[in-house]
């Protein structure tokens, strides 16, 4: 069965530092891999995805994911944090076989934080 | 282009009570998907909906079911609410079936059993 591990369900930054957050996922074949920005009291908003094309994948806002096979991560970063960047991230995984394709499986989601 | 809509937004129901919560893809979109978000168990997929059809169904009881009709508008139905059952209820859309497609998420439905 896939899964999706976030580790940390919380990061603080200051304003302009980088942003990690980490995504491992396990998948018993090649997955797609997702993240997702959620606001308050909104719902989820696609960042980027991972289709077995690129491994370094650029998505909105500035922020980009590298999908490592080697180490079953999708960490997302982003160069220099903004206030605006303060939501809850979640990252997803989907395979790409049989009834699986049609759901995903979110990770418990990293809250994050942005001081100024 | 107007959004995925979901009502309604805000929902306060008993234990016991059956509730029936409402989905407006974005037009032209025919994949509809529901999930249940709670702080303890997080994001969970309920099911999803194709051209009326069920496709695939999360690990929850008989109690939640769904429905698409024709113009692609979808239902989830929770009978017998239990405490357990509040949550934020989304709804996603996307242009056809797998997740290939970009699921596009409403603002969620919140609901809360007293």
């Known amino acids: 069965a896939q899964s999706v591990t976030q580790l940390g369900s919380h990061v603080s930054v200051s304003e302009g530092a980088l942003v990690l957050l980490r995504c491992n996922y396990s998948s018993s074949v090649p997955p797609y891999l997702f993240w997702y920005v959620q606001y308050p009291n909104q719902g989820l908003q696609l960042l980027l995805k991972y289709t077995s094309a690129a491994t370094l994948v650029k998505g909105i806002n500035g922020f980009e994911a590298e999908f490592k096979k080697s180490e079953t991560s999708f960490h997302l970063t982003k160069p220099s944090a903004h206030m605006s960047d303060a939501a809850e991230y979640f990252c997803a995984v989907s395979d790409l076989g049989g009834g699986s394709n049609y759901k995903l499986t979110f990770g418990k989601g990293t809250l994050l934080t942005v001081n100024p | 282009k107007a959004g995925v809509t979901q009502t309604p937004r805000y929902l306060i129901k008993t234990r016991g009570q059956q509730v029936t919560l409402s989905c407006s893809p974005i037009?032209?979109?025919?994949?509809v998907s529901w999930y249940q978000q709670t702080p303890g168990q997080g994001l969970q997929f309920l099911f999803e909906y194709f051209s009326e059809t069920q496709r695939n169904k999360g690990n929850f009881p008989g109690r939640f079911s769904g429905r698409q009709f024709s113009n692609s508008r979808s239902e989830m139905n929770v009978s017998t609410l239990e405490l357990g059952d509040s949550a934020l209820y989304l709804c996603?859309?996307?242009?056809?079936?797998?997740?290939?497609?970009?699921?596009?998420f409403g603002p969620g439905t919140r609901l809360t059993v007293l």
């Open positions: 996603a859309s996307s242009l056809a079936g797998g997740t290939i497609y970009e699921q596009f």
């Open positions: 037009s032209g979109h025919r994949s």
